[in-house]
């Protein structure tokens, strides 16, 4: 290939030669013209304009580069089989009345057996009548009825379908609408997505007092972390704030970045804060202040 090419470009060289000068100077103007015509032509394809499919003569397998799809998560622990669960009910023996191959009823046990362990799940809607009865206090005469750790505050829905509803939508980004469907059609318990929201609002009501618990052991800190990123609540552009402690994580929505978020934050916090210095944190560790002199000392 290369020797024919070598002989190609010598006759080229020797045919050129043997022109006047003005013969070869139209040659090249001819040349030139050709190879502008052919430029523009190519710039059909080749522009950032063009999409790939367009662009046939310049796919990756024409240029031997790899195609196809990345290669999913490569796992580098060792692959070992799941153990088995230990059986939780009744141990079941499965028999045979006849040979499922031609439907023979001539059949004997040969002694020989063998064994398999099935872990499965059951979806079983479970409805429980309470009946309250009512108390009278003899000393104060106060009016009661009983309470059962079971049953929610209100509603008709017990604390495993709201928890449930929350980790669904919450924890595994599914849809309220999603969840609804869920509940409707996998546990035979109908409901629509504006029940899920009001599920997670009964939620959120129960998680209140662990939440205001987290903010005072927060301020009750020798040392905490700070940190803001942008976020989205309810569709609409606004700040999450984070304040951290060894064993405490506090989140705080706000609709702006700066503002007294801090302050009110950290209205009782004297411990050591760790922040990226952003004025924001002024209101509370002015720097050389008396409180931000303090907050250095280990």
């Not at 100077?25 to 052919?38: F, G, M, P």
Request: hydrophobic share 35%; net charge positive.
């Amino acid at each position: 290939m290369f020797l024919s090419t070598k002989i190609k470009v010598a006759d080229i060289r020797k045919e050129y030669e043997e022109l006047e000068k003005d013969k070869l100077l139209d040659e090249v103007v001819d040349l030139v013209l050709e190879i502008e015509k052919l430029k523009r032509k190519l710039r059909k394809y080749e522009n950032p304009h063009t999409p790939s499919s367009k662009q046939g003569f310049d796919k990756p397998q024409a240029q031997g580069l790899p195609v196809g799809r990345k290669p999913g998560k490569i796992y580098n622990h060792k692959r070992t089989t799941r153990p088995k669960d230990i059986p939780n009910t009744p141990p079941v023996t499965v028999t045979a009345d006849s040979n499922p191959s031609n439907g023979n009823t001539n059949i004997v046990k040969t002694g020989f057996y063998i064994e398999r362990i099935i872990t499965d799940f059951k979806i079983e809607k479970i409805v429980t009548k309470y009946t309250f009865p009512e108390y009278k206090d003899k000393n104060t005469g106060d009016i009661f009825f009983a309470k059962h750790p079971d049953v929610p505050d209100v509603g008709i829905f017990g604390k495993n379908v709201i928890s449930m509803a929350n980790l669904l939508h919450f924890e595994y980004r599914v849809t309220m609408a999603g969840v609804a469907d869920i509940f409707t059609n996998a546990y035979d318990i109908s409901m629509s997505a504006p029940t899920v929201q009001e599920l997670c609002n009964r939620a959120v009501e129960k998680a209140v007092p662990v939440y205001e618990d987290i903010h005072i052991k927060l301020q009750e800190s020798k040392t905490a972390n700070a940190d803001e990123t942008g976020s989205n609540q309810n569709g609409r552009s606004e700040w999450l704030w984070g304040f951290f402690t060894p064993l405490l994580a506090f989140f705080v929505f706000n609709k702006q970045r700066g503002g007294d978020i801090v302050e009110t934050v950290l209205k009782d916090f004297r411990g050591i804060l760790g922040c990226d210095g952003w004025s924001t944190y002024n209101p509370v560790f002015p720097p050389f202040s008396e409180r931000w002199r303090k907050s250095l000392i280990v």
